[in-house]
C-alpha cells in the first residue's frame, strides 16, 4: 500500500526508469547482458536486474539473416538498403560456418588456436579452415563470398560504390550458399528460423534459384550462368607455351577502336551478359582471342588447358571441395 505522496513519486520515477531500459535506453552497445539499475524510494535497496541477450553462434546468424531480409524488403523503395542487406548477410554466413567450425573442435573459432577467447578468426580464415577439415564449398560461392567482403570492407570503411542489381545477383548466390550449406551440416531447414514477417521474401529468393532460367541483365539465362560469370572474372590470362595473355574485357576490344569505331558496345555483352569492363564468361562468342585478335571461340590459337573452360560444367553445391588456388582471392585476414 502506497503510504504518501513521496513514495508515490519515488515509484513513479523508478518506473519511467524502467520502461526507458526497456525501450533501449541504457542498453550495452555489445548487446550481452546488458545490467539495468532501478531506483527505489529511499532507504530501500538497490536492485540489479541483468537481463540475459546472450545468443549462441547460430542462433546470431539467424538473427542478422532475419535483419538482412528486412532491409532486403526496404530495398524495394529505396536501393541504399541493400548496403546493410549485404552487411547482416556476410555477417549471418560468417557465424553459420564458424558454428559449423565450432562443431568440429571449439578452438578452430579463434584467429591463434593457442590463445583463444582472444580473438575470433576472420571469414577468410574460416573458409580456410573450413578446407582443412575437409568441407566442400564451391569456387564459385567463394567467389560470391569474396565480392560480399570487399563490398563489405567498403561500406564499413570507404565511400560505397554499388549497384543496386549486381548487388542483387551477388545477394542471391550467398543466400542460396547459406540455404544449401545449412541443410548440408545442420538439422532442420533454414526456413524454420525465418520471421513470419520475411517468410515471403525468403520464398520468393528461393524461388529465384531454383528456377531452371532466371532474368539476369534483361535476358533469360540458366540459373547458374550469373555463378559462372562471377567465377570468371578470376580467370584473368590464357597461357600458351610458358606465354600468358591477359584475356580482353567486354568493351576493350580492339574492334572497338578501329572498324567499328562509329560504334559503342553495350552496357552487357549480348551473349554472355558480361558488364563493361567484365570479362567474359566460358564459351562466349564475343570475345576476342588476346593473341590473334580473332574469335577466341574459333580461332586456331592452341592455348594450354584453362579453368575458364571448366565453368561451363554443372556443378551440384557441395560437388566441388576447396581448392588452394580457390581461396586465393580471399584474404585470410579479412
Known sequence: ????????????????????DLKGGSAHSSGISPTRVTQLPEGSKEVVDRTPLRLTLIE?????????????EKAAVDPTRWKFAVLNLVHAVELVIKQRLFNEHALL???????????TASLGKALTRL????????????????TAIKWRNNITHYEVDLIAEEVRENYLLIF?????FHHQHFSGSLSEHIDNAHVQTAMD????????????????????WPRRLVAAQQIVVLSRSCVEYARLRWGAETHWSTWMSDDEPLDYCPDCAAGIA???GPYCDQEECPSCGGQLLSCECEFDDSEIWGLEADLEPGEEAIQTAGLATIDPHE
Open 1 to 20: 500500500m502506497i503510504e504518501d505522496r513521496a513514495d508515490l513519486k519515488a515509484i513513479s520515477g523508478a518506473l519511467s526508469s524502467l520502461t526507458h
Open 176 to 180: 542460396e550458399f547459406l540455404d544449401g
Open 60 to 72: 546470431n546468424a539467424y538473427d542478422s539473416l532475419n535483419e538482412s531480409l528486412g532491409y532486403v
Open 205 to 224: 529468393l528461393v524461388e529465384s534459384f531454383n528456377k531452371e532460367f532466371i532474368e539476369y541483365r534483361g535476358r533469360m539465362m540458366h540459373r547458374r
Open 131 to 146: 578446407s582443412n577439415i575437409h568441407v566442400g564449398v564451391q569456387k564459385s560461392d567463394l567467389e560470391a563470398i569474396s
Open 109 to 119: 573459432i579463434w584467429e591463434n588456436i593457442d590463445q583463444p577467447g582472444k580473438n
Open 278 to 280: 567484365d570479362l567474359h
